[in-house]
């Protein structure tokens, strides 16, 4: 947690968590070489496009548009981290925090009762549920072949941690032990349950935004592609197989591919 925190402090969207993992870090220097695509037929007087696809104009365009939606995508993954860190500060925390709360419910609740009754032991039954389980490090390679899998045991770590420490609420709030001692007052623990399930409920709504965006910018990129391979195509035909122009963008498109 400590290093995407690092990673996002003094960062521009453009610079941000999203681009440091290896298949963003290899989009990004193909895309720069489809920038020297464009510069080549730009630059070569006698290339003339056949179509749009095989046009300038086209492939700047796509290129405008990828890069609007990588901002975008960028833009989204720092609010999921950032997002995803208030709710891990809320889950284990300071002395406000669901852990630390549950922690006092337990080395206080069951005082004055008599062991016997089962009350104390049930308390800590629960209670251990929760100290054993830690609140996961938000995953944001959505590259990785088990992202998806990965997203799934960090949304499971905290609903754990909810489900108990509700489970927690419910079997002290009806004593009404802590009704008069501020802050652990009983409206304060269900406030902190009602915290909780708002925070997931917005990251869930930001992890659907992600891939939304994530699969639109890869679509573009294939387009980015297509005109490569069209501009190629066009240009063997204009400049010629021997033509310093046509080697060079023929290897620019083999990187790209």
Known sequence: MERITSLLSGRSLNDSVLHQTPFEKSLRRRLH???????LIETENEYTPASALSS???????????????????RV????????????????????????????IKTTAAKGRVAKDGYSKEVKDIYAAISVQNPLAPPFDLARPHF????????????????????????VGPSNEFAGISPYSTATLQALVAQAEN?????????QKIFVVYEERLLVFEEI???????????????????????????LKHAIM
């Open 148 to 171: 998806e899998k990965d997203l799934d045991t960090f949304n499971l770590s905290y609903q754990v941690l909810l489900d108990n420490f509700k489970h927690l609420v419910a079997r």
């Open 225 to 251: 592609k297509e005109s490569c391979h069209a501009i190629c195509k066009r240009s063997r035909f204009v400049l010629g197989s021997h033509h310093a122009v046509y080697k060079e963008l023929i290897a």
């Open 33 to 39: 070489k489809v920038g020297s695509v464009l510069e």
């Open 77 to 104: 993954i720092t609010q999921y981290i950032d997002v995803s860190l208030v709710r891990k500060r809320l889950f284990k925390g300071e002395e406000m925090s669901i852990k630390h709360v549950a922690y006092v």
């Open 199 to 207: 925070l997931t409920r917005e990251i869930a709504v930001i992890v």
């Open 56 to 74: 300038a104009d086209e492939l700047r365009r796509l290129m405008n548009t990828y890069e609007r939606l990588d901002a975008e995508l960028a």
